[in-house]
């Protein structure tokens, strides 16, 4: 059991895996902290109930979010349903995650860096905080940024490049070092491009509009477009700032 606010989710499909519960240790709560939260209190059950209340242990919690993480780096561990980052702090991880499972940052806010490969289904940034991918990765889903950042730190982070990379409803891909993607298509809308970090960024993929969208460049960047068929999207419109 961990904190909300560092819960590492996983789910895995096969029959006959076995399951552990790891967790730091709690008061005298135990298990049974959900069903104090909907007790009322009163004087008369204060000095009952003074220990339902849990005391975490942050450095415990982070020690047992980094050892799952590492044990999925081993193959030991396989990925196959999804693993959810809510972190709501910095977080990096340099551990290889196989399997066909999906992977998301979904906390409201921090930063989730990483830099092992990620082979599996797909990756998403769904929160409000940032999602760094620096390793060469080799999933084959869709890359979805529907909220939040994602920042591509690797010529091979958005994958294999087949399905894509999608950012709507206020999700932004953040391009800050010089790398090239070839292949990858992307579908934009909203605020979901921007071009940082000085130097060249060459994008070959078709690239579609599904709404009006603002592409960002900073001082000193360039942002190169090479798919011959341009960019597609009649009736939306596209801004540079």
Known sequence: MLRHEQIVRGRASGVGNPVFYVGPATGRDGLAGAAFAS???TEESAERQRGAVQVGDPFMEK??????LELLGTGAVANDGSLVFTF??????????????SISNAGSYGAVTLSGAINGGSVVMAG???LALSGSNSYGGVTVVSS????PRNAAALGSGAAGTVATNGGQIY?????????EPLTLGGSALRKGGGGVTTLGGAVSLVADTTIQLDGGTTLNFTNAGGIAGAGFNLTLS
């Not at 020690?63 to 799952?68: D, R, Y």
């Not at 709501?88 to 499972?101: E, R």
């Open 39 to 41: 007790q009322d209190l």
């Open 63 to 68: 020690l047992v979010c980094e050892a799952c």
């Open 88 to 101: 709501y702090g910095a977080l990096a991880s340099a551990v290889n995650i196989y399997g066909t499972g």
């Open 128 to 130: 409000g905080g940032s």
């Open 148 to 151: 939040g950042i994602l920042f």
């Open 175 to 183: 391009f800050d070092q010089t790398l090239d993607f070839p292949d």
